[in-house]
Each structure stands twice: as structure tokens, then as C-alpha cells.
T-cell receptor
Framework: TQLLEQSPQFLSIQEGENLTVYCNSSSVFSSLQWYRQEPGEGPVLLVTVVTGGEVKKLKRLTFQFGDARKDSSLHITAAQPGDTGLYLCAGAAGNKLTFGGGTRVLVKP | DTGVSQDPRHKITKRGQNVTFRCDPISEHNRLYWYRQTLGQGPEFLTYFQNEAQLEKSRLLSDRFSAERPKGSFSTLEIQRTEQGDSAMYLC????????????FGSGTQLSVL
């Protein structure tokens, strides 16, 4: 069974602060995706990382894929209340995605 | 709206009853996935279809669960003899073949079993 562990499970910060969410596994994935989910809605894809060591930036969000393609991180700079949500990492192996347990982020104004 | 559509959005049922959920994927997407998500957890894979063929089922999926995708278009997920442990959000997602493609999720069906 391929497991993805996310840490922390919950993060509460003030507007303007930075935060980092981690996604770790003992398994190698062909690609890793990050999603954000709002309450009562389905997850929405933020980014896909494919190559070991890859770094992708999406405005204030920076995503990194570990060299061994087993772990990833999401860093948010100068967080805003609109960044509040459940952040999910998901590893692709075969034809399905395995999701981590999620990190709930609360950005207080 | 050309997104993934799920119906109903909410379902409340009594233990022992059967329920059926429907998912309409994006029209040109040939892969369709069902996931289950409980409060505070990430989505858990249940099954997926490529066109009308069901290619993989999770070992977590008991024989009370059955999914179909006739004609490779919409899909249904039926739960027979529901139990309280079946209470969860059931998410449907679709994509074009190849998981590096974007996976589009519907808004889910929230099931509550009383």
C-alpha cells in the first residue's frame, strides 16, 4: 500500500506570514499533484510535478518535488485569507491517484 | 456548465436502505474515478473506468458497492444495505487518459446514514 503522509495536519497563521506543508512517502511516484479543497466542494488541481528536484511557482505558491520523487513541499509566501482551505497532495502510480490526509490551513486576517 | 456534475448533492438515508449516486463527467473525458472522503481526511480511491470498462476496484470496496458506466458516459455508484460507516462525501472525477492530465472533480454527494 502506498501511503502519503502530510504534515502538519492543521496550520493556523496570521495574514502575511509564510507557511510550508510537507508530503512524504516511502514510495516513488511518477508524478505528484497538489490540490486545494474548499468546504462542500471537490478538490481543485493547483500543480503537477513530474521530475525529481523540480520546482514550480504559481504566484505566491512554490512547489518542490524531492530528488527521489518520494516527497514534496508546498510553500506559501505572504499568506492571505483567500489561501484558507484543505491542501492535498496526491501521488500518481499506475492509473490512479493516492491522496495524503490533507493539511487544513487557516489564514486569519 | 461543462464541469463534472454529481447528483444528488446531499442524501440522507436510513440504515439498511439502498442509495444510488450519479456522475456526469466532462464529455470528452474517457476516464472516470470514484473516491470517498470522510471528514478531515483525504479522498480514498474506490474504483475507476476507462470508457465503459471498470479497470480497478479498491479492496476497501465491499460487495455492497457497485459502480457502472454504461456506454462510457455517465456513471452510477450504488450502495446496498447502507451502514452508518458509509457516511461520507462521494467524489467523482474525470480526465483524459494519462494521470498527468488534470483530474477534474465534481462537488460530491454527501451521504448521511442514520
Amino acid at each position: 500500500t502506498q501511503l502519503l503522509e502530510q504534515s502538519p495536519q492543521f496550520l493556523s497563521i496570521q495574514e502575511g506570514e509564510n507557511l510550508t506543508v510537507y508530503c512524504n512517502s516511502s514510495s516513488v511516484f511518477s508524478s505528484l499533484q497538489w490540490y486545494r479543497q474548499e468546504p462542500g466542494e471537490g478538490p481543485v488541481l493547483l500543480v503537477t510535478v513530474v521530475t525529481g528536484g523540480e520546482v514550480k511557482k504559481l504566484k505566491r505558491l512554490t512547489f518542490q518535488f524531492g530528488d527521489a520523487r518520494k516527497d514534496s513541499s508546498l510553500h506559501i509566501t505572504a499568506a492571505q485569507p483567500g489561501d484558507t482551505g484543505l491542501y492535498l497532495c496526491a501521488g500518481a502510480a499506475g492509473n490512479k491517484l493516492t491522496f495524503g490526509g490533507g493539511t487544513r490551513v487557516l489564514v486569519k486576517p | 456548465d461543462t464541469g463534472v456534475s454529481q447528483d444528488p448533492r446531499h442524501k440522507i438515508t436510513k440504515r439498511g436502505q439502498n442509495v444510488t449516486f450519479r456522475c456526469d463527467p466532462i464529455s470528452e473525458h474517457n476516464r472516470l474515478y470514484w473516491y470517498r472522503q470522510t471528514l478531515g481526511q483525504g479522498p480514498e480511491f474506490l474504483t475507476y473506468f476507462q470508457n465503459e470498462a471498470q479497470l480497478e476496484k479498491s479492496r476497501l470496496l465491499s460487495d455492497r458497492f457497485s459502480a457502472e458506466r454504461p456506454k462510457g458516459s455517465f456513471s452510477t455508484l450504488e450502495i446496498q444495505r447502507t451502514e452508518q460507516g458509509d457516511s461520507a462525501m462521494y467524489l467523482c472525477a474525470s480526465t483524459v487518459q494519462g494521470l498527468r492530465e488534470k483530474l477534474f472533480f465534481g462537488s460530491g454527494t454527501q451521504l448521511s446514514v442514520l
